[in-house]
């Protein structure tokens, strides 16, 4: 449970604080029961720009405060006593979380779309912002990525180019922006059996199929080949990221490097009593496409070598990120590196 401190403004200039309130969902980054609540009090349209503060290092829960833009100054829900707040720049500060960031986002996807209902902020966070949008032809999904992310539309292109139905629909882009269709189906935090088998052997394909020449960054973290070549990578292929109808989500982690690093990503992340099964997927997936290659003994290499990609990428966030919302990844690169060097000895 979070206890939320909204410091509300329009046009970046502050106007007053909303009473706190608590919300049941723990995730700091969960913003769409923030805004419900502020609109429903402030009688007006807001969006959560960023994370301003916190009281815990987890993520989640605690006393959370945010900078609220308003559509317009609200008559009602502010407290008169609140003191008064500066809101200076900084030149990390992504697009979304400067003043009429969430609003240009929402514009863009207009022009695209005809949207038939209140648009929904359900993400924000210095690694996206993203909205739901209802129109004629089903919902919608507005997505906008930081710059050192991958280009999660030139990702979907390379993906749907083997398999169109792996990969969420594309119904527009522009750097750091995404439009997608609704992938059908639920979140796979534990996915069964049948999940397995319906993303995993598809994956591998599409790996196999675009094996070569680097189309993505490469991180620099590698591993003994044994048979396999180097490929595209999710870099976050852990199941919470596909859906139950066998659509794959959250590009913005891709680059190139060995596949056992995906695998291994996803088998550290399911119950130790399902790691069998899903490795078995794996390497059966791998052996049909490559006979003569050891993909068990390239995932047992990949196991720590991940965590060192992890370690990798949780720097460039810290990098990369404005001093407020650091808080996200603290201590991640250097909980990768034990994890790593765990696995290797």
Known sequence: MREIRALVTVGGRYVGAAEPFTVDSPWWNDVEPVTTRLDEVLGVTTSVLRLVGTTTPAMRDGVV???????????RGLSADSPPHEFPDHPLR????????????????RRHVDVTGPPVQVK?????????????????????TPPFMADEAEVIR??????????????????????????????????GSDVVERIVPRWVAVQAALAGEPRLRVRGVGVPAFGLPDTVLHGDFHPGNWRSGGVVLDWGDAHWGHPALDAARLIGFVAPEFRPS????WV???SRHFPSSDPASAL???????HLVGAVVYQEFLDNIEPSERVYHLG???????????LAV
Do not use: F
């Open 65 to 75: 405060t945010y900078q609220v833009e308003a559509d317009r100054v609200p008559e």
């Open 332 to 342: 991640d690169p250097e909980a990768e590196l034990e994890r790593a060097q765990s």
């Open 94 to 109: 992504l697009p979304w979380a400067r003043p009429g960031g969430p609003a240009a986002l929402v514009a863009w996807a």
């Open 300 to 306: 047992r290499h990949a196991r720590p070598a991940s």
């Open 124 to 144: 924000t966070w210095n690694l996206s912002c993203l909205y739901r949008l209802p129109t004629a032809d089903g919902t919608v999904w507005a997505k906008a």
């Open 284 to 286: 059966d997936a791998w």
């Open 278 to 281: 899903v490795e078995r997927v």
């Open 158 to 191: 390379l993906v749907a180019s083997v398999d169109p139905s792996l990969a969420p629909r594309l119904i527009a882009s522009e750097p750091g922006r995404v439009l997608l269709a609704e992938a059908s189906g639920v979140d796979c935090w534990q996915p």
